[in-house]
T-cell receptor
Framework: GAVVSQHPSRVICKSGTSVKIECRSL??????MFWYRQFPKKSLMLMAT?????????EQGVEKDKFLINHASLTLSTLTVTSAHPEDSSFYIC????????????FGSGTRLTVV | SQQGEEDPQALSIQEGENATMNCSYK?????LQWYRQNSGRGLVHLIL?????REKHSGRLRVTLDTSKKSSSLLITASRAADTASYFC????????????FGQGTELSVKP
């Protein structure tokens, strides 16, 4: 079945630094990947849709310059949290699907970001 | 934006009991999907039910869909402690790149 690999699983960084999170589709090509943010005991909030070879589509209220998304190939999308602050601490999850109607999506294992 | 409410928000049962979770949605759908999330992990796709289906089974899972009420339910029969997790329903917006829109989720605790 489809596998999505997300790295790192945990990262601790200092305020003001940038952190890059990678999301790879291992056995299928993903022209579209999705990035979510999840607060403790809450549902997933879609941040942006990552499109291969073009600009990402951000959800309302998500800062484009804060959360940089790059989807340079059909198997890799990256999310960079720039100039991180403690309020950016959260659980970030990516997902991808094979763009076939009536198929489920595959999620990465998530990245726990802690900004100190 | 979230699709709708899930009911209950939290559910605690004993092993062997059945667990029922409900989900409501707001838009027209092609299908509705259920996902499971273990604490601190990513989501795992459990089951998908198409808009023209009313009921679907997969192992100990039973999903129903009522498009007239815009609601779905997930039943886990003969629950096990390993079923402890959060469960989310989701619909797909194919008009917006296929993004998943999630419900609020139900946190299930199965006590041994």
């Amino acid at each position: 079945g489809a596998v999505v690999s997300q790295h790192p699983s945990r990262v601790i960084c200092k305020s003001g630094t940038s952190v890059k999170i990678e999301c790879r589709s291992l056995d299928f090509q993903a022209t579209t990947m999705f990035w979510y943010r999840q607060f403790p005991k809450k549902s997933l909030m879609l941040m942006a849709t990552s499109n291969e070879g073009s600009k990402a589509t951000y959800e309302q209220g998500v800062e484009k310059d804060k959360f940089l998304i790059n989807h340079a190939s059909l198997t890799l999308s990256t999310l960079t949290v720039t100039s991180a602050h403690p309020e950016d601490s959260s659980f970030y999850i990516c997902s991808a699907g094979e763009r076939r109607v009536d198929y489920g999506y595959t999620f990465g294992s998530g990245t726990r970001l802690t900004v100190v | 934006s979230q699709q709708g409410e899930e009911d209950p928000q939290a559910l605690s049962i004993q092993e062997g009991e059945n667990a029922t979770m409900n989900c409501s949605y707001k838009t027209s759908i092609n299908n509705l999907q259920w996902y499971r999330q273990n604490s601190g992990r990513g989501l795992v796709h459990l089951i998908l039910i198409r808009s023209n289906e009313r009921e679907k089974h997969s192992g100990r899972l039973r999903v129903t869909l009522d498009t007239s009420k815009k609601s779905s339910s997930l039943l886990i029969t003969a629950s096990r402690a390993a079923d402890t997790a959060s469960y989310f329903c989701a619909t797909v917006d194919y008009n917006q790149g296929g993004k998943l829109i999630f419900g609020q989720g139900t946190e299930l605790s199965v006590k041994p």
